[in-house]
Nanobody
Framework: QVQLVESGGGLVQAGGSLRLSCAAS????????MGWFRQAPGKEREFVAL????????YYADPVKGRFIISRDNGKNAVYLQMNSLKPEDAAVHYC??????????????????WGQGTQVTVSS
């Protein structure tokens, strides 16, 4: 059974940091792009960041550029999201994703084959 399991969410004050982790099991994702989406109450699920299989090419949503850093460890079948200078608007359930993408847009949730259950990030002002 393929699973993506997120951890590292929690409550943090504005300006603080959190590091999300996503551990994959059931298959290797070394040839898949991996990334993060988030969804706040009453809002659509939105793209946050993506890292290609080679670990070099990365993409970030404009609201998180310069504050978030995505990384991966193919040996551990894991992807991480270092979130710095957190803002109240970053509060959301954050989901780990994986997919080969192919011709699909990396910004669209439907392009990903695998999803985690999500981890809650809460930012107090």
């Amino acid at each position: 059974q393929v699973q993506l399991v997120e951890s590292g969410g929690g409550l943090v004050q504005a300006g603080g940091s959190l590091r999300l982790s996503c551990a994959a099991s059931g298959r290797t994702f070394s040839s898949h792009a991996m990334g993060w989406f988030r969804q706040a109450p009453g809002k659509e699920r939105e793209f946050v960041a993506l890292i290609r299989a080679n670990g070099v090419i990365k993409y970030y949503a404009d609201p998180v550029k310069g504050r978030f850093i995505i990384s991966r460890d193919n040996g551990k079948n894991a992807v991480y999201l270092q979130m710095n200078s957190l803002k109240p608007e970053d509060a959301a359930v954050h989901y780990c994703v994986a997919g080969v993408l192919g011709g699909g847009s990396l910004y669209l949730p439907g392009s990903y084959d695998y999803w985690g259950q999500g981890t809650q990030v809460t930012v107090s002002s």
